[in-house]
């Protein structure tokens, strides 16, 4: 009832605003509206995207991710921080819809820009903290993308040059790494979300196929162990591990609004059978039942990624390697998206060219990020080591930490609106999740010194 009546008066506001503004625009406007609702994401688009952008390496990490959690343990916390990460989405989206209807003119707002406006708009204190809290965010979206980014180029990689060595191509892994820039450039330099469309459907196929092929495999190749031979529970550190790749594997948060923002109808994305809802059990429903099987095969063997236990000497295998790591690869696109989304803005302010040419340098700049993920990609081949640490300390802020304080921060400017089993219920959440951060982040230095030593 609160949220009510904190966002009607705003709305009229908003609303005689935005008609004054078309009455000055006329055709202008009209033409605008028009433009936007053809470029329009569909609901099953926007499922395409959100699937595509939560579903790439983690999907054939959840062996291992059982194999830290357990078989019965990761059964249970799976569903678990899926509810959690929808939950703290839905909080996003709320504080999103709280600062558009706070700001005369304002249509939507990305996840920075949310937690700016709702700083700027909460308690006096915390007014001066609102551009600090968007450089954080900004910061954190752009090291967890970039990393994901880089880490494609490495997952491809290993499964490509994998494949090659065994049919007698005897190249390096540098030379593997470059001949997949140009599959990944060539989408990522599309300046809108629904030209990538075509793409993140591919991508999805691939995955499903490569994902069906290899528990065909894993079925098929000899009795299943006895489920008894696995752990049900574990615990310490490998807990700690299980939590990080679980919210790896959840890689999303950041697409919430870009996509829900790009929709026809926005109101049917965190509607109760929406998008958000449905794909978000499908995955979880997936996630499930690839780590059980695969931990149930490969026990304490099982890798990284389920693609590399599959025998390289078997043509059929090695085809699942290809197409699963096409599948990740072409996701690319799709997390390039919401890093661009935070770079662009600012270098059209601050760039005279940019603003005379907004189309050619927003290429032009593409192009030199896609090259910087290439790089890096490149002259860091342990990569995965420092993506574990930017994710149990990025991609758990952004999953949790900065919705819950989003909430916090709106509903002390209602009435009533913090109650009891909201403050229990919010700071349950931050203590996971702050839990999460320092053991996730002990363990990934702790492995990373081991590496080098």
Not at 82 to 104: D, N
Not at 223 to 229: D, N, S
Not at 261 to 280: A, C, H, I, Q, W
Request: glycine content about 8%.
């Amino acid at each position: 009832m609160g949220k009510t009546l904190e966002i009607t008066k705003p709305e009229q506001q908003q609303q005689q605003q935005q008609h004054q503004n078309s009455t000055k625009g006329g055709e202008k406007d009209l033409e605008s509206t028009i433009v936007k609702r053809r470029h329009a994401t569909s609901n099953l688009e926007a499922a395409t995207h959100l699937f595509k952008g939560s579903v790439g390496a983690g999907l054939f990490a959840m062996g291992d991710c059982f194999k830290n959690g357990g078989l019965i343990g990761s059964t249970l916390m799976l569903p678990i921080i899926a509810i959690m990460c929808v939950h703290c989405e839905r909080l996003l989206i709320r504080g999103s819809l709280l600062a558009v209807a706070q700001t005369p003119g304002a249509t939507f707002y990305d996840y920075p820009e949310t937690v700016e406006k709702c700083f700027e708009y909460g308690p006096r204190p915390l007014r001066r903290m609102s551009r600090a809290m968007k450089l954080i965010v900004e910061m954190f979206l752009c090291v967890t993308q970039f990393g994901f980014c880089a880490i494609y180029f490495v997952f491809i990689t290993e499964n490509l040059y994998q494949v090659m060595q065994q049919n007698g191509i005897d190249i390096s892994m540098s030379l593997v790494m470059l001949i997949t820039l140009l599959p990944a450039m060539i989408p990522s330099l599309m300046t809108n979300l629904k030209y990538i469309s075509p793409v993140s459907l591919l991508a999805n196929c691939a995955l499903l196929f490569g994902l069906i092929a290899t528990l065909s495999i894993a079925f098929t190749s000899g009795p299943m162990p006895p489920v008894r031979e696995r752990n049900y529970f574990t615990g310490g550190s490998q807990l700690a591990l299980f939590f990080g790749t679980a919210l790896f594997s959840y890689e999303g948060i950041a697409l919430i609004l870009p996509l829900r923002n790009s929709m026809r109808e926005p109101e049917k994305f965190d509607s109760r059978f929406g998008v958000l809802n449905v794909t978000m059990l499908l995955i979880t429903s997936i996630f499930i039942f690839t780590g059980f099987v695969s931990y149930v095969r490969w026990g304490e063997d099982v890798a990284g990624s389920i693609t590399l236990n599959l025998d390289v000497e078997d043509v059929m295998s090695q085809v699942v390697k290809m197409v699963a790591a096409l599948g990740v690869f072409f996701g690319y696109p799709i997390q390039f998206f919401v890093m661009m989304k935070i770079l662009w803005p600012p270098v059209k302010r601050n760039n005279s060219c940019a603003q005379k040419y907004p189309i050619t340098m927003q290429v032009a700049l593409r192009f030199i990020m896609i090259m910087m993920t290439f790089c890096v990609a490149l002259v860091v081949p342990q990569l995965n080591l420092f993506i574990s640490l930017i994710g149990a300390l990025c991609s758990t802020s952004l999953a949790f930490v900065i919705p819950i304080i989003i909430d916090f921060v709106t509903r002390t400017q209602v009435p009533k609106g913090l109650g009891t089993w909201i403050y229990f219920k919010n700071i349950a959440i931050l203590t996971i999740a702050i839990l999460g951060i320092v053991t996730g982040t002990y363990q990934s230095v702790v492995e990373i010194i081991r590496e080098f030593q």
